[in-house]
């Protein structure tokens, strides 16, 4: 199959609600019009069945905002904890209200290693939907460092899988299963770059040596930059990035490269979580920065750079294990997320953009298509959202930004019509 080969510059083109896209090199415009302009790109090999194959996403051109309302592809989450039983049926409808697709951890006890483990969580989840739910969880495995290189081809190749995660041990949440010696998973890296199957790290050392706040700048010239140069063709998104120094690696590096960030990295810096007093429900790993480091994830969210696109990191936890003293890491944000962004976007001036942060850049990068269906943010009066998330096994408390929130978000289906509003 023929693919032009596109300039090796970035293009501007525009969204569904007017944003200016940021393509790299490697995408090719393949026809426009008034109405829309597709793309494609080659995702790697192209070998009958494997995933590389050439993908299309039809990006629509037509300004949306008006009078206080916007109009945009519904969004996906690049990075999300369900958990499992009780705990994925009560916080399950929060994130379904919204998103359509979510990139699914896969740090349960115990962990999500293996295709057949993968199906049965997937399984597990879509048995939990709510009814008339249009959802589909993106699955991934959970590496380790006796990973089954041929597994996770196989579990790649049907479609089944379309990530792998690399937690160091010991860096957050169930992660004592992780990896502790990066070279012992070179074969694993490289079969998944022969396949085209990405790899998503939390990106943080857990050498004690190392203060906290520097793990992240730390994993990069220790861990990540060796993974790169040793697996070049291996796709690598560097989740839930806190630090200027993580905004600038991935800036740098070619379309084979991305960054999810979130909504609460966005809004809150570390004064958030210590000044005054300590605040528990704004504690996760990687902890938030100084709030130099925040304005580079604003001015990164908000640049229309299609490296960057939303990954929630919404962690759900009981107040319980929260307020105690050894309280666990984690924002639970898939309630409010939305809301809080378009808050965030318009105070930059950039609600133009939102589309591409939550809506596009994630699927490209991916190679999926952006959804058909649409969401419709309205300003009005504080938009009152629960505080608390009821469960068998306590409540769980919802992130509070800590301004209002004046953004209501209404889901379209492809008829038009409006289910769900929150």
């Known amino acids: 199959m023929h693919v ?11 969204s569904i609600a007017g944003s200016l896209l940021l393509l790299p090199h490697c995408w090719t415009p393949e026809q426009s019009s008034p109405e829309f302009i597709c793309f494609s790109r080659l995702l790697g090999p192209t070998q009958g069945g494997h995933i590389g194959q050439r993908s299309e996403v039809c990006i629509f051109s037509r300004e949306s905002t008006v009078n206080g309302m916007l109009t945009i592809r519904r969004p996906d989450d690049w990075h999300l904890h369900l958990r499992d039983g009780a705990i994925m049926k009560a916080v399950l409808p929060e994130t379904v209200r919204h998103f359509a697709r979510a990139i699914i951890m896969p740090n349960l006890v115990p962990p999500v290693v293996t295709g057949a483990d993968a199906t049965a969580y997937r399984e597990r989840i879509v048995a939990l ?5 249009d959802f589909e969880p993106l699955m991934t495995l959970y590496l380790t460092e006796e990973t089954d290189p041929e597994d996770v081809a196989a579990a790649g190749e049907s479609g ?4 792998v995660k690399l937690y160091p041990a010991g860096a957050t949440t169930n992660s004592a299963s992780g990896v502790r010696d990066v070279t012992r998973i070179q074969a694993v890296l490289e ?4 396949v085209g199957l990405p790899l998503c790290v939390h990106g943080e050392v857990t050498d004690p040596a190392v203060d906290i706040f520097d793990r992240e700048a730390a994993f990069i ?12 063709d291996l796709r690598v998104i560097l989740e839930h990035i806190t630090t200027r120094d993580g905004i600038e690696y991935v800036k740098a590096q070619n379309s084979d490269m991305g960054g999810t960030i979130t909504a609460h990295h966005l809004a809150i810096n570390r004064n958030h979580i210590l000044a005054g007093g300590i605040r528990p429900h704004y504690y996760c790993l990687p902890v938030a920065k100084r709030e130099e480091h925040r304005l580079a994830l604003v001015s990164a969210a908000t640049s229309g750079d299609p490296h960057f696109f939303l990954g929630t990191d919404s962690a759900p936890h009981t107040d319980r294990n929260k307020e105690q003293e ?39 990068f991916y190679g999926l298509r952006a959804n058909e269906d649409t969401v419709t943010l309205a300003k009005g009066a504080p938009v009152s959202y629960p505080e608390k998330i ?12 800590g301004f209002p929130l004046h953004w209501s978000v209404s889901r379209h289906d492809l008829n038009g019509e409006t289910p769900t509003q929150g």
Request: proline share 10%; aromatic share 6%; net charge positive.
């Open 4 to 14: 032009r080969t596109a300039p090796r510059r970035k293009k501007p083109f525009r």
């Open 129 to 133: 939907l709510p009814d008339g739910a």
């Open 160 to 163: 089944l899988v379309k990530a």
């Open 191 to 194: 079969k998944m770059a022969e």
């Open 221 to 232: 010239d220790r861990v990540l930059d060796p993974i790169r140069r040793a697996t070049p």
């Open 326 to 364: 050894c309280g666990c890491a984690g924002c639970f944000t898939a309630t409010n997320a939305i809301s809080v962004l378009a808050e965030l976007f318009e105070k930059e001036g950039a609600l133009s953009r939102l589309e591409g942060f939550v809506s596009l850049h994630g699927p490209a």
């Open 390 to 401: 009821m469960t068998p096994d306590g409540p769980i408390t919802v992130f509070n930004p």
